[in-house]
């Protein structure tokens, strides 16, 4: 187990006790992080018990550096993921594979597919190992938990976010997204990216021979944010209904879907106030193009558990939203532009997808070199 990374940055979390509100990733790994470095730590979920409606999630190297630092052993996470080996930009229309990037010469840790509640499980054992306290059904809000930090991880959503900042509207971005997941026995290790004009889907297999599918449209109806509601699965197909067969096949498994609305809300101004944080999407939703909500809501909870343990908790306001608000800032602007680089139409569209088979066939390397700022990062080694 390697916890160098939360030890000894001034040892002012030790004796501290810590309370979580919310028990999504980025609280567990919170949690985690607090009580490496001595904390005393509770987690509050609203829910009777943690877990996720059925979808998977992409855990890049820069949020499995953090995972290493906290000690989540290799033999649990290789049982609990599988370990993408590329992602491949598809014509949705053609069925035609216009790239191909290689994941396995990415530097550090392996980039890897979970399901969501394979990582929460995951992440429940090692927090109850290091003496976290786990409490489900149980709703707090700030005012109503006496300890020396609180920490609002409850999502977007979030009332701690509100009483740092105030209310702020999100507005509906003119996308809507689908989840569902498929039985695919036979799926190889790739992500694949489907794009179609106005439209893309992204699939990418699980654990247990399942195949995860994540469909986004352009359109101006709107639909409630937050990705527990069902939808019918024609619905799905129809707006697909003209692209590659194979890919239609793959639709025409779906029996269970759900649909949100994809709207964007600001990064939040104050991140930290008092004893009171916030972390994830309840200080920077992010849009579901880079794959990186969960990873940066990772990277969030180590450095503000670092930030806090090297001094007092003002200085760990400032030294935490100096660290990651640029990062996070960057990485939401990268993942607004995916938006609109997956739906192009016309000659824009031919252009691009010219453009990324040359760079896959001439450089592949190049690619992944200019994700390095966001997948080579280590919050770990961060001061």
Not at 363 to 369: C, E, I, N, Q, S
């Amino acid at each position: 187990m390697n916890n160098s990374s939360t030890r000894q940055h001034g040892g002012h979390n030790r004796g501290r006790h810590v309370s979580i509100l919310g028990g999504g990733i980025g609280g567990l790994t919170c949690a985690l992080a607090f009580a490496r470095s001595g904390a005393r730590v509770d987690v509050y979920e609203q829910a009777p018990e943690i877990s996720e409606v059925g979808a998977g999630i992409q855990i890049t190297p820069n949020g499995a550096r953090v995972f290493e630092a906290l000690g989540l052993g290799a033999a649990a996470v290789e049982a609990a993921s599988i370990r993408s080996e590329a992602v491949m930009p598809m014509d949705g229309l053609t069925g035609r594979q216009i790239a191909r990037f290689d994941l396995t010469a990415l530097a550090g840790p392996a980039y890897r597919f979970y399901h969501r509640a394979s990582l929460i499980a995951l992440l429940l054992d090692a927090c109850r190992a290091a003496g976290v306290v786990i409490n489900l059904g149980s709703k707090k809000t700030v005012d109503e938990v006496d300890v020396d930090v609180v920490v609002g991880a409850e999502g977007i959503h979030s009332q701690t976010r509100a009483l740092l900042n105030g209310e702020q509207e999100p507005f509906f971005t003119g996308q809507v997204a689908w989840r569902a997941m498929v039985d695919a026995p036979d799926a190889d290790a790739v992500a694949r990216i489907w794009m179609a004009p106005n439209r893309h889907i992204v699939t990418y297999p699980l654990k247990g021979g399942l195949l995860n599918i994540v469909a986004v449209q352009e359109r101006q109806q709107w639909a409630p944010e937050g990705w527990a509601h069902r939808d019918d699965a024609g619905n799905l197909r129809h707006v697909f209904r003209d692209c590659a067969p194979e890919l239609k096949g793959i639709l025409s498994k779906v029996d269970e879907v759900h649909l949100w609305g994809l709207f964007r809300h600001p990064v939040a101004d104050v991140w930290g106030r008092d004893s009171i944080f916030i972390l994830g999407d309840a200080a920077h939703p992010t849009l579901p193009f880079l794959a990186q909500g969960a990873n940066l809501a990772i990277e969030d909870a180590m450095m503000l558990a670092r930030c806090c343990d090297a001094g007092s908790l003002e200085e760990a306001q400032a030294r935490y939203v100096i660290l990651r608000k640029p990062r996070v800032s960057r990485a939401i602007a990268a993942a607004n532009r995916n938006a609109r680089n997956y739906h192009l139409t016309g000659a824009a569209r031919t252009v691009a997808h010219m453009g990324l088979k040359t760079l896959g066939f001439v450089a592949p390397k190049l690619f992944l070199g200019r994700m390095d700022w966001l997948y080579g990062y280590d919050v770990t080694g961060e001061s």
